[in-house]
């Protein structure tokens, strides 16, 4: 095992060590069911759930469920037939092509600021909030600070996922703490949709771009971040999937892979196998998409994702920068890092 692989499974087992032991001990089972939870790990599986599969949106204990009950509700991951097409065209305009040439300069003059000299240890996690940060308020209107903003939305998420994941001893307080925290977020947005949009945005990007960039600098790819950043922020993204887990529920029966799920079951679709996050060269050829789920339940954001992965490789390359320290975060909602420190390995002193 490489020494990138073994730093990125360590922020796995700080963020929800119960929960990824159970997925580890249990991911060369295709479909294992645990009573009426059902984990899904095979690729083909995870696709025939995500593309075939009727599931419940408002159901107990999946995405939109929690954010519906912290909320109130009328959110883009609760509605269903029209309503919830017509939400998903608006967002994809927001995240398509033009929204990301947009958000283009501001997230380079974000970069510039805080990577301009890495002669001396910088911590990529604060530029990476900042970058989510505004990248939350530009989409959503807001006019807050980007750094104020993040923050409220990576409290909102980890106090729900503590609140609501499986954990080693009980959490008395949990859900109050959760409820506290979307209070404190929907004082900057109001607006259900945005609250969640930008908790969505915010937490992905803070897992995704400081681990893959962490990763690169382990295994010196900085030659290829010159040559083609977009094709390797799409590769680092497939291996470090920032959202190694999706919880859904089934609202129909169905059958996978010859194993049949009730309705009503929940479903722990695990994309981080499905993605095939573990191979050096995925055999299925939809692995790279998998980790922003697949078909009427992709992500909208992955462009967007890929977006700004690219632009903060092709900004570190000239650096080449070694990885000096990463520190898991032990209580954020995806796995993530809190703190990465990088340094240039380019210049005269070196």
């Known amino acids: 095992m490489t020494a990138a692989r073994r730093a990125d499974r360590a922020v796995y087992l700080f963020s929800h060590p119960l929960l990824f032991a159970l ?8 479909v294992l069911r645990l009573g009426r939870t059902v984990l899904v790990h095979h690729p083909d599986a995870y696709r025939e759930v995500l593309t075939r599969v009727p ?30 097409r017509s939400a998903r065209g608006e967002l994809a305009r927001l995240l398509g092509p033009a929204g990301v040439a947009a958000l283009r300069p501001e997230w380079q003059r974000i970069l510039d600021r805080y990577l301009g000299g890495l002669e001396a240890p910088v911590d990529l996690v604060p530029a990476v909030r900042e970058l989510a940060g505004a990248t939350a308020a530009a989409l959503t209107g807001s006019a807050a600070d980007p750094v104020r903003l993040a923050l409220a939305a990576e409290r909102a998420a980890a106090a729900t996922a503590r609140a609501h994941l499986p954990a080693l001893l009980p959490r008395p307080g949990g859900e109050r703490r959760a409820r506290a925290a979307a209070l ?22 803070l897992a995704a771009l ?141």
């Open 55 to 84: 599931l419940d949106r408002t159901a107990e204990r999946t995405t939109g469920g929690t954010a519906a009950a912290l909320t109130g509700g009328g959110l883009l991951f609760d509605q269903q037939g029209d309503e919830h």
């Open 210 to 350: 400081p681990r893959a960039a962490a990763w690169c600098a382990r295994e010196r790819l900085w030659d290829r971040a010159r040559a083609d950043a977009p094709g390797l922020a799409a590769e680092l993204l497939r291996r470090t999937a920032a959202s190694p887990v999706l919880p859904r529920a089934a609202a129909a029966d169905a059958t996978v892979l010859g194993h049949r799920i009730r309705r009503g079951d929940r479903l722990l679709l695990v994309a981080r196998h499905a993605a095939e996050a573990q191979h050096d060269a995925p055999a299925h050829p939809y692995a790279t998409r998998a980790p922003f789920g697949l078909g009427p339940h992709s992500c909208p954001g992955a462009a967007l994702a890929r977006a700004q992965l690219a632009l903060l490789l092709t900004t570190l390359a000239p650096h080449r920068p070694r990885a000096v320290r990463t520190v898991p975060h032990p209580t954020s909602a995806l796995p993530s890092y809190r703190s990465c420190l990088l340094r240039s390995t380019a210049g005269p002193s070196y």
């Open 23 to 30: 997925l580890g001990a249990t991911r060369h089972r295709p």
């Open 184 to 205: 404190r977020l929907s004082r900057l947005l109001p607006d259900p949709r945005d609250a969640m949009l930008a908790t969505a945005a915010v937490n992905t990007t």
